[in-house]
């Protein structure tokens, strides 16, 4: 059984961080790309960064500079380091890792940025 699991979301003041956590069983994570995608309320989901594979990272330009997305694949887990957040980066964050046509989401882990 597959699972993807994310930790670490909380309330930060604005400029604050927080590292989320996406924790992976049940396949060979190595094998699988990651990514963080968002959604915050009445909004639809977007996708926040990604990284292969092999390490490469790309993401979306509302967050570059501030946000680092990486891989432990001894730990099976991906992360996402935000820093700098602001209150518009409140949201759900969710973790989906993708294998040609087999694509795992986690549940998500709520971020909310508010003084």
């Known amino acids: 059984q597959v699972r993807v699991v994310e930790s670490g979301g909380g309330l930060v003041q604005p400029g604050g961080s927080l590292r989320l956590s996406c924790a992976v069983s049940?396949?060979?994570?190595?094998?699988?790309?990651a990514g963080w995608y968002r959604q915050a309320p009445g909004k639809q989901r977007e996708l926040v960064a990604r990284?292969?594979?092999?390490?490469?990272?790309n993401y979306a330009d509302f967050v570059k500079g501030r946000f680092t997305i990486s891989r432990d694949n001894a730990e099976n887990t991906a992360y996402l380091q935000m820093n700098s957040l602001k209150p518009e980066d409140t949201a759900v964050y969710s973790c989906?890792?993708?294998?040609?046509?087999?694509?795992?989401w986690g549940e998500g882990t709520l971020v909310t940025v508010s003084s």
């Open positions: 049940g396949i060979n994570f190595s094998t699988y790309a």
């Open positions: 989906n890792i993708v294998k040609f046509s087999r694509t795992y």
């Open positions: 990284i292969t594979i092999g390490g490469r990272t």
